[in-house]
Every structure is written in C-alpha cells, then in structure tokens.
C-alpha cells in the first residue's frame, strides 16, 4: 500500500497558494482604496478651483413655501450659505440638524443659510410639517436647477452649498455632503 498519499488541506503548496491569494487580494485592495483617495483628494481640489471662487454672486429671485417671491439681494452683507437640496435627496437631509445648529450659533454674528429646494413646492412643504428648518427655504424646479447652475453646479450634483462673503463674493462651493468641520472652517472666517 505505497500508492499515492491524498493531498492534505494544510500541505506546503495549499498554504503557499492561499497566503500568494491572499497577498494579491491584499494589493488590489490597496490600489482601489489609493484610487478612491486620490480621486476624493481631486475632488477637494477642485471645489477650491470652482471657476465661480472669487466672482460676485449671481442674483436671482424664487419663491418661499409661502409662495413669496424672495430675492438674494434681501440677505446683502451678510455670510450667506446657499444650500441646494432636494426631500428625496438622503445626504441633503443629513445635513439639515448642522445647518439649523450653525444658523443658531451664528445668526446673529451676521451668517444666513437659505435652503433652495430643487423640488416640487408641494413636496416642500409636506417635509417642513415634520422636520423644524431654523433658516428660510426657497423652492423651485428647473429655476432652482438654473440658479444652482449660476452658482457653479455645472454637473447637477446635490446637496451642492455655495458661501458667499459679506461683499458678495463666492468663497467656497462644495460639491456633496458638507462636512461640519469643513463647515466650520469655511464660514468662521468670513464672520
């Protein structure tokens, strides 16, 4: 009974395989988080870089919940954090709790959010009977989508936050959620 022996799971060639399996996988992990990372850091690069940094800000005017027209000129001289948002959009509501904290914590410093809803206003209002906003919301459709524009969202991303100083000049766009840090950072200085 000399025959060939059968393989054991733990031979010198299976545990060989398996560690060279699992040094490959390790690499291609390695290179998708890089890419990942590198692709994140482009992006922050290019929010600094917006073609819109620097400029006046475009004027416009769009309706309240309440139907009122309103017009950006109401809020001069003050920071001004326009944040486009949508009901459907989950990363836009995430965002409301640190907006309505900073609107408190700095209103009267001079800071002012105004919402502008790229949405129906009848779904507008139905999500402000259960969510408390501390800052005015404006709704609009395509207007809303061509204000955002104005503003530098060229690619129809949301949320999408634009400040603007207190002489009227975009400071800082942010394609995306708008971490607080980052938040933070941007508008203490403009206070």
Request: proline fraction near 6%; charge should be negative; aromatic fraction near 8%.
């Amino acid at each position: 009974m000399n025959g060939p022996r059968p393989a054991s799971l733990f031979s010198r060639r299976n545990v060989i395989t398996a560690l060279l399996l699992a040094a490959s996988l390790t690499t291609v992990a390695a290179i998708f988080m890089y890419r990942e990372s590198a692709a994140t850091r482009g992006a922050d690069a290019a929010r600094f870089e917006s073609a819109t940094i620097n400029t006046p800000r475009p004027g416009f005017t769009l309706r309240d919940v309440d139907g009122i027209p309103r017009t950006v000129d109401a809020w001069d001289g003050k920071v001004l954090v326009l944040n486009f948002w949508a009901t459907w959009c989950q990363p836009c509501l995430r965002e409301i709790p640190l907006f309505n904290r900073l609107q408190t914590e700095h209103g009267d410093a001079g800071l002012q959010f105004v919402g502008i809803a790229v949405d129906d206003l009848d779904a507008v209002r139905e999500f402000l009977k259960t969510q408390t906003v501390a800052y005015p919301i404006l709704a609009g459709q395509q207007d809303a989508i061509d204000v955002a524009q104005n503003y530098g969202n060229d690619i129809g991303v949301l949320p999408y936050t634009a400040i603007v100083d207190r002489s009227g000049r975009i400071r800082f766009v942010q394609f995306g959620e708008l971490p607080e840090t980052l938040a933070r950072d941007m508008i203490q200085p403009l206070l």
